[in-house]
């Protein structure tokens, strides 16, 4: 089974530039999680989608961070513009949740490493 | 609202040493809890989790940890370390609303020395 695959994997960008990444989850997995994971921290839930809708996206700050995910399977996570403190690891994870035992189990990708100079 | 203290941000420990990490969580609801290993430059994988039942867990790599309802923890175990667990490890708390989701504790970093 294919894991979760993110793009790209690294990405230097000015401040005030835009940004895109791009995720596919696992194969019929509805639940798909974007992370913000600053160094020394741990990830930080920005939004959650079931199939294409917006579950959770409390923590996003929405002034200049956009996520979609069109068709219920993969899904873009935008910066725009960005600022020195969006420098991050951003994580896309996915979720099954078929039963109780699956709830909460979540399959993380390599996630994209981005700079802002 | 639930929360996860993880005490220790640096753990450094020997080769073939046992060694605890450390974590606390906070919920006024059920309890679900999680450890989360990331090795460098990848994603976080699932070690264990406790969602009912036996208050000791067993997950992957010989690791375990310990339900403790009265003092409100979930430490994480192993009797025997290997370079090959060198890795950032996250204690989280899951949560319930319209949907489930984790909240992740701040890490420990575990290092091991030969």
């Known amino acids: 089974e294919a894991g979760v695959a993110q793009s790209p994997r690294y990405k230097i960008i000015e401040k005030r530039q835009s940004v895109a990444f791009w995720c596919n989850p696992i194969?019929?997995?509805?639940?798909l999680y974007w992370y913000q994971q600053i160094l020394g921290q741990g990830p930080k839930l920005l939004i959650q989608?079931?199939?294409?809708?917006?579950?959770?996206d409390s923590q996003l700050p929405k002034d200049r961070f956009s996520a979609e995910r069109l068709k219920g399977v993969d899904s873009t996570l935008k910066i725009q513009p960005a600022k020195l403190e969006d420098s991050a690891v951003y994580l896309c994870?996915?979720?099954?949740?078929?039963?109780?035992?699956?709830?909460?189990?979540?399959?993380f990708g390599p996630g994209t490493r981005l700079t802002v100079t | 609202a639930q929360s996860v203290t993880q005490l220790d941000s640096q753990v450094p420990v020997f080769e073939e040493a046992p060694v605890e990490l450390r974590c606390n969580y906070s919920?006024?609801?059920?309890?679900?809890l999680f450890w989360y290993v990331q090795y460098p430059n990848q994603g976080l994988q699932l070690l264990l989790k406790?969602?009912?039942?036996?208050?000791l867990v067993k997950g992957i790599n010989g690791f375990e940890a310990e339900f403790n309802k009265s003092q409100t923890s979930f430490h994480l175990r192993k009797p025997s370390v290997h370079i090959s667990d060198t890795a950032e490890y996250f204690c989280?708390?899951?949560?319930?609303?319209?949907?489930?989701?984790?909240?992740f504790g701040s890490g420990t970093r575990l290092s091991i020395r030969p």
């Open positions: 989280a708390v899951g949560v319930y609303s319209s949907a489930s989701k984790i909240i």
């Open positions: 919920s006024s609801v059920s309890v679900y």
């Open positions: 994870a996915s979720s099954l949740e078929v039963g109780w035992e699956s709830i909460y189990e979540q399959y």
């Open positions: 194969s019929g997995h509805a639940t």
């Open positions: 406790y969602l009912s039942g036996s208050t």
């Open positions: 989608f079931q199939n294409n809708g917006v579950v959770d």
